[in-house]
């Protein structure tokens, strides 16, 4: 049976909200890490049916948000303030398809998410980010359940919620 990308795309387009991230190192059996996000994150994630997304997250710990930094950033500005807010958000935008070479349906699959044209990191960009998902319906609400993995052994399971189509 052949991929429809197109209809995948179209049935995950919308905006989701950020509602939990567990991260684990691998294997899968061992403990949860400490979380960059701590306890309470939010984040917003979009897909466009013409083939965009963007991720945003960012922690909400106070320690980790100092709230004397605004923008513009103002000369007198601590690194470590800004610092320390860079270590706890992350975002990125760019293309996103469907990785056909895998079995892919409305409800689950493989996301390539890239290249990558803007990142806070600046290694992501022109990377493609590998994005395993299930869409699952309840009580009305449609959740996004994404599984990321990166090359230094770090799991993540993000549970998201759609708020917009």
Do not use: C
């Not at 935008?93 to 689950?108: D, E, K």
Request: charged share 15%; glycine share 8%.
């Amino acid at each position: 049976m052949k991929i429809n990308s197109t209809e995948i795309i179209a049935a995950l387009a919308g905006t989701y909200q950020l509602i939990n991230v567990t991260s684990y190192h691998k294997p899968p059996s061992t403990p949860p890490g400490p979380s960059n996000w701590g306890p309470d994150p939010v984040g917003l994630l979009t897909y466009t049916r013409e083939g965009y997304m963007s991720a945003n997250q960012a922690a909400t710990v106070p320690e980790w948000r100092p709230t004397n930094i605004v923008w513009p950033p103002k000369d007198n500005d601590s690194d470590a303030d800004w610092a320390l807010i860079g270590r706890h958000a992350m975002s990125y935008a760019g293309h996103f398809s469907i990785n056909t070479s895998l079995p892919a349906t409305t409800t689950h699959g493989q996301l390539l998410h890239g290249p990558l044209v803007v990142a806070s990191m600046p290694y992501f960009v022109g990377q493609v980010q590998v994005r395993n998902y299930t869409v699952k319906e309840q009580d009305g609400e449609t959740y996004l359940f994404v599984h990321a993995g990166n090359v230094s052994a770090l799991m993540s399971e993000i549970l998201w919620r759609r708020v917009a189509k």
